[in-house]
């Protein structure tokens, strides 16, 4: 019946995949990939458009059949995942707590405590179709904690969601880690936000590009390569929230222009 | 005996299949497969016309051209094509392909018009059990995978990561739709069968919180609208499926300029 084989005995990996080889129609989205994630990980895998990064995590949960190389579960694996959009049918009647019914139903109190974990405290009783994206993913979320999940899987979970939304979302994901103890593997293309809540970064396009910390990760120069022009405005802001002390305040961005400003002014002196 | 006279048989058999159509319409309407649904029912014509050929019972041929028509549009359907187009095209060539064959079966040019658009005043009691015998297993295949069916209709891949096989999920609702084809035909007949499939729960969304529920409601809908078809065409004589098709556009017609009122009054 299943597509990932089973691990028995004392292996820490929740999932490891090796040599692993995806094409459909011809095209081959990743080839050779080789991936591990072991208890308590915050593991992101970065790419560019088409580098790849959905098919990864299908293979990896085991939706979506290898053409070579193969995917281990640890054996009795739980993964609680968050898809990267649902377009529900409007014409589909549905509350939140429904939904975190589907497929297996759960007492009250169970989903309650879901859906404060979450940060979707009541939420239960409204449609749908009638949430926010914050809120819609906020409950997407719940649903993939109540089967107390050792592996969370979200793909490209803040999509839709503002600057400031999406670094909540990576904070609150941060702090289920943290309550939990589950492990997490997300797919971003939110490249500073991501990296500095993860533990390790795997760059990929097709191929692994490199992989390592989020520091290491992004002085490779793979990753400089495919997101070195792009995205320079974005990384040098994922060094610079790095560096920067947030007591001392902005003045630094704020004080440039009016020293350049003063400059002038002394010069016309 | 009750089944004895005409109109009562008519209700029967009427009640049984809204009863089976209200769940199956449910998920054809939540996954936007009414032109599945169509494409499937048109196919019937040609099984019709292959059961008469080869001499085997129209129910059987029936089931099995929509069986396959279903099937095979199911498969097409994961590889990506203009699926509106496609589907256009099957449902049309398989309507009048079936018509051409069928005109080439000498005495069933006057029965063609029950296959198309039903004969419900003539259901026998062989077609009673035919009808409810279907309609229970359509019903029983939907209550079984009902969480498993939702859960792949939101997500395909919420399904897989729950462990349940979307494709599995996806053939039991094609195998439905194909049993549904097969017993409604005698009733509203070839044409009108998507009508009975997704008119009742599209009545239904506006008084419904709940997946349950719009089932629920949309099995009343279909009932109300079969006993109400059936009335309109004993008391004027007019062709008994459209009666009842047009009774389930009215209920339509009614709950959502009902709902229409009650938002604009809140």
Excluded at chain 1, 86 to 97: H, K, R
Excluded at chain 2, 60 to 86: N, P
Aim: charged fraction near 15%.
């Amino acid at each position: 019946m299943s597509i990932v084989s089973r691990q028995r005995g004392a292996i820490v990996n929740l999932i490891s995949a090796r040599n692993l080889t995806v094409s459909h129609g011809g095209h081959t989205a990743i080839e050779g990939v080789d991936f591990h994630i072991s208890r308590g990980e915050i593991v992101t895998v970065v790419g560019p458009n088409g580098s790849g990064k959905t098919t990864l995590l299908r293979a990896l949960i085991g939706a979506v059949r290898p053409t070579k190389g193969e995917v281990k579960h640890k054996d009795g694996l739980r993964i609680g995942y968050v898809p990267q959009s649902l377009s529900i049918d409007p014409t589909l009647p549905m509350t939140v707590a429904r939904f975190l019914a589907l497929p297996r139903r759960h007492g009250t109190d169970h989903i309650e405590q879901a859906l404060e974990q979450a940060g979707a405290q009541g939420l239960a009783a409204r449609p749908l179709s009638a949430l926010s994206g914050g809120q819609f993913q906020r409950a997407l979320l719940a649903r993939a904690l109540l089967d107390r999940p050792d592996l969370l899987v979200l793909d490209e979970p803040t999509t839709g969601l503002d600057q400031p939304g999406s670094a909540a979302f990576y904070r609150l994901i941060e702090d289920i880690r943290s309550s939990t103890g589950c492990a997490v593997l997300m797919v971003s293309h939110e490249l500073h936000v991501v990296m500095s809540a993860s533990d390790r970064v795997v760059c990929l396009n097709g191929h692994v590009c490199c992989h390592g910390t989020p520091d290491i990760v992004a002085s490779a120069p793979e990753y400089r390569a495919l997101f070195g022009t792009g995205t320079g405005g974005a990384l040098a802001l994922y060094r610079h929230d790095h560096d920067h002390n947030h007591d001392h305040g902005h003045n630094h961005s704020h004080s440039a222009p009016d020293r350049d400003l003063a400059q002038t002014s002394q010069d016309a002196k | 005996m009750i089944l004895d006279d005409f109109l009562t048989r008519a209700v029967v058999a009427g009640l049984g299949v809204a009863f089976a159509a209200a769940p199956l319409g449910c998920f054809v309407v939540w996954r936007r497969m009414a032109y599945f649904g169509e494409a499937t029912a048109h196919a019937a014509v040609l099984g019709i016309a292959l059961a008469l050929a080869l001499e085997v019972s129209v129910v059987a041929g029936v089931l099995g051209v929509s069986l396959a028509m279903a099937v095979a549009v199911s498969s097409m359907g994961e590889r990506g094509y203009g699926m509106d187009t496609l589907l256009g095209v099957l449902a049309h060539s398989a309507l009048a392909l079936g018509l051409v064959a069928v005109s080439f079966q000498s005495g069933v040019r006057l029965d063609l018009m029950a296959y198309l658009f039903g004969d419900i005043l003539a259901v026998s009691r062989m077609d009673i059990a035919v009808i409810w015998g279907g309609a229970a297993l359509v019903i029983a295949l939907i209550l079984w995978r009902w969480s498993a069916l939702l859960t792949t209709t939101l997500s395909r891949d919420l399904a897989h990561a729950s462990g349940i096989n979307p494709g599995r999920e996806k053939l039991i609702l094609t195998l439905c739709l194909a049993l549904v084809v097969a017993v409604a035909i005698k009733v509203v007949g070839a044409l009108l069968i998507t009508a009975l499939l997704i008119i009742p729960p599209a009545a239904a969304r506006p008084l419904a919180r709940s997946p349950e529920a719009m089932a629920l409601i949309a099995a009343f809908v279909g009932s109300v609208a079969v006993l109400a078809g059936l009335w309109i065409s004993y008391l004027y004589d007019t062709p008994a499926g459209p009666s009842i098709v047009s009774a389930a556009a009215l209920v339509f017609a009614a709950t959502h300029i009902g709902a229409f009122a009650a938002r604009r009054s809140s």
